[in-house]
């Protein structure tokens, strides 16, 4: 297959992905991000009492 | 051995001990973990000989001898010794050659000593914490250990110009310094001339912790510092201190190497904990983990170990070993290059200069400390707290912004790739890091996958001097390189433009951006400006 044709065929299948479940796929896709957005903010939230703590050894 | 303003003496680990003694002023037999670390690390560089320079003016022993034991009843020497380390063997009488201006075809050369310099300490007179200011090459890259904070140290040895690529390290005196002032002087080291700012020395810095302080202790002799009281000391050189808790080891590798790939050196505290028991191996893949029987299940993803608690300490974070698999992250399965870090490089004041620390992927490190009463080395674990970054104020934009953004479009491509829209072989991996607009046009210039105009059209393009920079990789092939303004606000577009290096998945993006149902879903998010910076 020509790169033209090969790109072509990309272009085809991603408007035919689209069509089929496009939509609720990328709803889905968004919810679980958030879920791993929130689950890592969680654990890179700083607690400020920790800032206190003397650093010694 | 005779005294004078040099000597020239083999190398031996006695000989290294002997002369600590005899510098410092340590009378007794001088037993220190950073001894076994000097030991390993030089006779791993296949040093041969040391080039002893005494008296030796140290610029941070003498302001740290000013503000503190200038002032003290018993007479402390203001002068140093500093040590060179060489991979050559050469007499004195063949150094004797080189000041005397000898050039015979078999007399030792400057250029000769330059080529195997290891580096040098400085020893100050100080018994039992005399490790000054020390500056040695890094262990070799081997395409898997990465050091991205050094720069070229220049040392001038009777006229005889030495460099050496290294992050300077230097212990605590426990007086002026603790650990957290050891490790923010090595970091300073590495971001003084990346932003441009004063570099403070070990008395300095703790002053400027200290200033304003309501902490009730004294601060000289000083007992420690805080997170608090290192972010001032920080901003006292105009940076910015940013934290990030460290609670898992997904959030610890992508952070220390989006930042450390950026040239930025980290502070990093830890609870040090005596585990009682030596590490694991990994059948398979070979990586270290903490022992079973201490490491507690939360259930919530996290994990606990258990010993006896040693104490909180401090490093400097200098560098990095991509030396493991890249591990899916749970929920998506998206793949960062970070996560195949399997080992930091730390500068340890109480190990030494690039210690090893094997990332546990429950979230601890290995440390080489001793244990308090076991007395064994490889049974100390690290408990990461803190992440600190010292920023220069243009980079406002966090890695975690960027990282997020870059998430779901991930899975959105993923979806296309194994539906077999995209004829990509394997997932895309995503390298995530920070990078100085002169850095990436540099690569750019000399990148050979782009040519002609394109490449013209980016070079001219005006860039901030900071950006965020996500690189997807198909196996070792770059498929797309997405770039972040690091220095915009936080509700502002942030993502700049995108250079495309596979036409198929470019076609892919063109296409989702182009269709209103998709759009509807991801409006108002970074991925969807994205998606439109390719129609």
């Given amino acids: ?57 | 051995m005779p005294d004078g303003p040099f000597q020239v003496v083999n190398w031996s680990i006695e000989e290294l001990v002997s002369l600590f003694a005899k510098f410092s002023g340590t009378t007794l037999q001088v037993e220190k973990d950073q001894i076994d670390y000097f030991d390993e690390y030089f006779e791993e560089s296949c040093c041969l000989t040391i080039v002893v320079e005494h008296p030796y003016v140290d610029h941070d022993y003498l302001d740290d001898y000013a503000a503190y034991y200038a002032k003290c009843f018993h007479p402390y020497d203001r002068f140093c010794a500093r040590l060179h380390f060489f991979t050559c063997t050469f007499t004195e009488d063949d150094f004797v050659s080189i000041l005397r201006g000898v050039t015979t075809d078999s007399a030792l050369s400057a250029a000769e000593l330059n080529s195997s310099y290891l580096g040098f300490v400085v020893v100050k007179p100080l018994p039992g914490s005399f490790i000054g200011r020390t500056c040695l090459r890094t262990y070799p890259s081997e395409n898997r250990r990465f050091y991205p904070t050094t720069r070229n140290y220049e040392s001038h040895l009777f006229g005889i110009s030495l460099s050496v690529e290294a992050v300077p390290f230097q212990e605590q005196d426990s007086t002026v310094a603790m650990c957290a002032t050891s490790a923010l002087w090595s970091a300073l080291h590495g971001t003084g001339k990346l932003f441009q700012h004063s570099l403070l020395s070990p008395v300095e810095i703790t002053k400027a912790a200290t200033l304003n302080s309501d902490d009730p202790m004294r601060f000289l002799p000083n007992v420690g510092l805080t997170d608090e009281q290192i972010a001032r000391a920080i901003r006292s050189v105009s940076l910015e201190p940013y934290f990030v808790a460290v609670h898992n080891s997904y959030v610890l590798r992508s952070t220390v190497y989006a930042y450390l790939k950026g040239h930025i050196p980290l502070l990093l505290d830890i609870d040090l904990v005596d585990v009682n028991a030596t590490e694991e191996r990994n059948a398979t893949s070979g990586a270290i983990r903490a022992p079973a029987s201490a490491v507690n299940d939360q259930g919530d993803g996290r994990f606990t170990i258990s010993g006896n608690a040693m104490g909180s300490h401090e490093v400097a974070v200098v560098g990095y070993c991509l030396g493991g698999q890249p591990e899916p992250l749970q929920e998506s399965g998206f793949l960062l290059t970070a996560t195949r870090v399997d080992k930091l490089y730390a500068h340890d004041d109480q190990i030494g200069p690039y210690a090893r620390m094997a990332v546990d992927s429950r979230g601890f490190l290995s440390t080489s400390w001793r244990g308090d009463t076991s007395m064994q080395q490889g049974t100390v674990w690290a408990i990461p707290g803190n992440l600190l970054v010292p920023l220069y104020n243009k980079i406002r934009i966090p890695f975690e912004k960027v990282h997020d953004a870059v998430l779901p479009l991930d899975s959105v491509l993923e979806e296309l790739r194994s539906d077999g829209a995209i004829p990509l072989s394997e997932r895309l991996e995503w390298d995530i890091f920070l990078i100085a607009s002169n850095d990436l046009k540099d690569e750019i210039l000399h990148a050979a996958e782009i040519k002609g105009k394109y490449k013209q059209s980016i070079l001219s393009r005006p860039m901030p001097r900071f950006l965020w920079r996500a690189l997807a990789r198909c196996g070792t092939e770059k498929v797309v390189d997405l770039l972040f303004d690091a220095t915009d606000i936080d509700k502002g577009r942030l993502f700049l433009f995108a250079i495309e290096y596979n036409t198929q998945l470019s076609a892919a993006m063109r296409e989702l951006g182009a269709d209103n149902e998709v759009r509807h879903e991801l409006l108002g998010t970074t991925a969807d400006v994205i998606l439109q910076s390719f129609q």
Avoid: F, H, N, Y
């Fill in chain 1, 1 to 57: 297959m020509t790169a033209i044709a090969e790109t072509e065929d990309t272009v085809q299948k991603t408007r035919a992905w689209i069509k089929s479940k496009g939509r609720s796929r990328v709803v889905c896709i968004r919810k679980t991000a958030k879920a791993t957005e929130a689950r890592l903010a969680k654990a890179r939230l700083v607690d400020p009492k920790s800032l206190k703590k003397p650093i010694s050894r």
